[in-house]
């Protein structure tokens, strides 16, 4: 089993579309949680921290739940402009500072 | 501008010429890492940095090298690179583990 599961799409959905990726990891010790957006092989540019009371930006919510070891993304109203690689981040202490990515989910906006 | 910095951009070389890849953070960040990222695999770390003289290894550290002399610089060192080492390259830098990862351009590796 990975260490972190994205599924890895493609999601293709409509302009004012709501779409949710999900995200889990299996090290319970892990500290801190993130999404990334990547744009065809450019750094990745961070989105949101993810915090277990839920946080939001705009049209972006981001949800961690650290019973079932899983994060959330939710983009309401997508616009053509979202389309990308969503990337969950995950990092830990235990046994250093590591930084595990998952394969990320590719979301395509249509017109 | 708080940045991170990688150089070169590109480079192509040949199986077993040594070659550097250098990486600067103008944040005063302690924590620097590098990554790969290939089809199909995503990005997995290669080497991290925790402080100055203290660096560790990754997922994938085997033919490479790191060293973090200053705070600010942490060059990725591959002694005789192979063809199984071509991929994009990223450095990025982040104050805690509790903080987010800044990233670098990126450098795109060609090893013949």
């Known amino acids: 089993r990975k260490e972190v599961e994205q599924d890895p799409g493609p999601f293709n959905v409509p302009e004012g579309a709501t779409v949710a990726f999900n995200c889990t990891y299996s090290?319970?010790?892990?500290?801190?949680f993130f999404w990334y957006r990547q744009d065809c092989r450019k750094e990745p540019k961070l989105l949101m921290s993810?915090?277990?009371s839920g946080n939001e930006d705009g049209r972006f919510t981001a949800q961690l739940n650290r019973a079932s070891q899983y994060i959330s993304l939710l983009i309401r109203d997508s616009k053509l402009s979202d389309s990308a690689t969503y990337l969950c981040v995950v990092m830990t202490g235990t046994g250093g500072f590591k930084t595990i990515f998952g394969a990320g989910t590719r979301l395509f906006v249509k017109a | 501008e708080a940045q991170v910095t990688q150089n070169p951009r590109y480079l192509i070389t040949v199986t077993g010429k040594k070659l550097t890849v250098t990486c600067s953070q103008n944040m005063n960040h302690e924590y620097m890492s590098w990554y790969r990222q290939d089809p199909g695999l995503g990005l997995r770390q290669i080497y991290y940095?925790?402080?100055?003289?203290?660096?560790d290894k990754g997922d994938v550290p085997e033919g490479y090298k790191v060293s973090r002399k200053e705070k600010r610089n942490f060059p990725l060192i591959l002694e005789s690179p192979s063809p199984n080492q071509t991929s994009l390259y990223f450095c990025?830098?982040?104050?805690?583990?509790?903080?987010?990862?800044?990233f670098g351009n990126g450098t795109r590796l060609t090893v013949t």
């Open positions: 090290n319970s010790a892990s500290q801190s």
């Open positions: 993810v915090y277990s």
């Open positions: 990025a830098s982040s104050l805690d583990l509790n903080s987010p990862l800044h």
């Open positions: 940095s925790m402080n100055v003289e203290v660096t």
